[in-house]
């Protein structure tokens, strides 16, 4: 506990200042002084002991970065004395707390709500640092401030804006499994009915012995598989720090992974997720349909780009042991010149060999603002390097594509969808 004195008790000092003035010596000096101080210090010992006022926090716990929360400070006075309470309870900026610092009066033995909202800014955990609360004397010139031990923390989740993709996308798979059925006869998909033959069918599609009983050409339509499994590897390295617009390289990422995660538990598939480095660090493995989407916003939440780079023969690794030959498996990771160095385009290779695989790239949209500039001569020069980069991009996304991946590379608001696409691209044609 401290004593501090408030800007009331320098003014009282001041009232002193004529007497100095008149009998300028120094036992009036020392005569005002000491008053002055008595006054203050009796002022400070009235008022009551902050470390007893009870304090209780009624937090909100979770919000979607975006969204106001609500929360409670509770402050109880147990003594006989009325409190005057100066409250300072110290989040982060980003938590978006909208005021800091609040004053109330607090009857003898009552309690008393600071109302407080939350808006935060950044996803991830934000907590209190510290919560002081300060009794000030009746007569306003000294308080006493104590340390309340009311932890807070408040946990801001991911908004999941390409949500509103979710039932476009929906209507697309209903098509692929039932209103369209399949018709050729791809990795993944399993026997669905029998009909007669139309012209634009696959003549490997043909069931010979069906056709011999029946004395008509009759084919196998296919329908695809479900509780498929899909493994999402999100590249949480430096790369991932990028700034694209309004938001990270990895806050898209996670875009487009719970977008994936929504429309494969419509399909019927199972979802795991995998952050890794160079280290694994988040992992969302085994949870249910029902619940691997809430499970996954709330596991990525506190998940931050790390400053170094990944090492993919340790994503590799990781993958071999989660995900079994078949499973569909999403490396979210920059198509770039500078992570292809480290070790992707051999990582790729291997998986691919046993596993559907699709490389989901989020593009910086700057490169293609830059590339179209032409007004002056600085413009054009960075328009050509501009160029250049998309033209290595290119060349990387061919390399890849060459091992068997399918690469996706899009801007950050058409990257989720693009995503999706691809997964509904390969139900279709059967590779799922």
């Given at each position: ?181 399949i018709h050729q006869r791809g990795q993944g998909t399993e026997f669905d009915s029998l009909r ?237």
């Open positions: 506990m401290r004593i501090s004195l408030t800007p009331r008790a320098a003014l009282v000092a001041l009232l002193a200042l004529p007497l100095v003035v008149i009998w300028p010596t120094w036992w009036m000096l020392l005569t005002c002084f000491v008053l002055w101080a008595l006054v203050v210090l009796t002022d400070a010992l009235l008022a009551p002991n902050p470390a007893m006022i009870t304090v209780r926090r009624d937090a909100p716990g979770q919000v979607r970065l975006g969204k106001e929360a609500t929360g409670r400070l509770l402050l109880t006075n147990p003594t006989a004395r009325p409190a005057r309470l100066e409250v300072r309870d110290a989040w982060n900026p980003t938590a978006g707390l909208s005021e800091q610092r609040s004053r109330l009066h607090v009857p003898p033995h009552e309690r008393r709500a600071i109302r407080q909202r939350f808006l935060p800014t950044r996803r991830g955990e934000h907590s209190s640092r510290a919560l002081l609360v300060a009794s000030v004397g009746r007569l306003g010139l000294a308080r006493r401030t104590a340390r309340a031990q009311a932890p807070g923390r408040l946990l801001a989740l991911h908004p999941f804006g390409s949500r509103r993709h979710l039932p476009s996308r929906v209507r697309r798979l209903r098509e692929i499994e039932g209103l369209a059925a007669d033959f139309v012209d634009g069918d696959d003549v490997r599609s043909i069931d010979w012995r069906a056709t011999a009983r029946r004395r008509s050409v009759v084919v196998r339509t296919w329908r695809p598989e479900r509780d498929r499994h899909v493994l999402i590897v999100v590249d949480t390295s430096r790369t991932s720090a990028s700034r694209l617009g309004d938001s990270t390289r990895l806050d898209t990422a996670f875009d487009a992974a719970l977008l994936l995660t929504a429309l494969a538990g419509q399909a019927g598939d199972r979802v795991d997720l995998l952050c890794i480095d160079r280290i694994p660090h988040v992992s969302v493995l085994g949870s249910s349909r029902t619940t691997v989407l809430n499970d996954m916003v709330s596991a990525t939440a506190a998940v931050h780009p790390a400053l170094v780079e990944t090492d993919w023969e340790l994503a590799a690794s990781t993958i071999t042991s989660r995900a079994r030959k078949g499973s569909l498996v999403v490396l979210v990771t920059p198509v770039e010149e500078s992570v292809v160095h480290t070790g992707l385009l051999p990582v790729a290779a291997r998986l691919a060999r046993d596993h559907p695989l699709i490389v989901a790239s989020v593009s910086d949209p700057a490169l293609e603002e830059l590339a179209a500039g032409r007004d002056d001569l600085e413009t054009v020069y960075r328009a050509a390097a501009a160029e250049q980069a998309r033209t290595r991009r290119a060349g990387v996304a061919h390399a890849l594509e060459r091992t068997g991946a399918h690469v996706m590379d899009a801007p950050p608001e058409k990257a989720p969808q693009g995503l999706a696409d691809s997964y509904l691209m390969m139900k279709a044609a059967g590779r799922l």
